[in-house]
């Protein structure tokens, strides 16, 4: 009972994508995009099936953000990294097709679809339009746009800078939101109506944990 009750949350795929570019790893060398993106998308359709088979019938998925345009990978330049940001849109896709064909073959299968990837574009390139001033540096951080992993001075680069207000920013570190950008997140994955341009499954968060089994 509890099982079918519960809702799965899955937000994956950015290490993935992400830790080949920032370790220097030869990964992407073995793999063309596609291979890579479905292995990811293997790995996450198996773990549904499982969880699926033990009775889990409500599941939540928030897609990739736009990788390319994180502080931590975005160019000196100011450009996002291509590479990274291509297969964020061919995860995503992949995403998108999977929750298809599971709603197909799979009794009772509920799930929400957050697109965390438009969400976080539109605050990145319109901060002022969502209460933000900065959308692409870092609050906390060293380097071009703060994208040092550093904040806090407790890992191998020691120096940081910290803003003055969190609440200006969309991006409080390298890689993670400020309170207020995940509260904007959270608010709309929760009661977000179906329809709404970043709710792309049949429910939202709330909804889903309403509905009956």
């Not at 949350?9 to 950015?14: E, R």
């Given at each position: 009972m509890t099982i079918s009750k519960a809702v799965y949350?899955?937000?994956?795929?950015?290490n993935d994508y992400m830790s080949p570019f920032l370790t220097n790893s030869t990964i992407l060398k073995s793999?063309?995009?596609t291979k890579y993106v479905g292995m990811v998308i293997g790995n996450l359709t198996t773990v549904i099936k499982e969880i699926y088979k033990l009775g889990g019938r409500k599941f939540a998925f928030i897609n990739v953000p736009p990788l390319g345009c994180l502080p931590t990978i975005r160019n000196s330049n100011g450009s996002c990294l291509k590479e990274t940001s291509l297969l964020s849109t061919l995860h995503n896709k992949a995403l998108s097709k999977l929750l298809r064909e599971l709603e197909e073959q799979l009794k009772g299968f509920k799930h929400s679809h957050f697109d965390l990837n438009s969400f976080l574009e539109q605050r990145i390139n319109h901060p002022s339009q969502f209460g933000f001033k900065e959308g692409k540096s870092a609050c906390c951080g060293t380097g071009p746009?703060?994208?040092?992993?550093?904040c806090g001075g407790k890992r191998l680069v020691k120096q940081f800078?910290?803003?003055?207000?969190?609440?200006e920013y969309v991006f409080w570190d390298s890689i993670h939101l400020t309170e207020k950008a995940y509260r904007q997140l959270a608010d709309q994955m929760w009661g977000g109506g179906v329809g709404h341009p970043h709710v792309l499954g049949p429910y939202n968060l709330m909804n889903l944990f309403q509905t009956e089994t």
């Open positions: 949350l899955f937000s994956i795929g950015s793999y063309t995009d746009f703060r994208g040092v992993f550093s800078e910290l803003c003055e207000n969190p609440n």
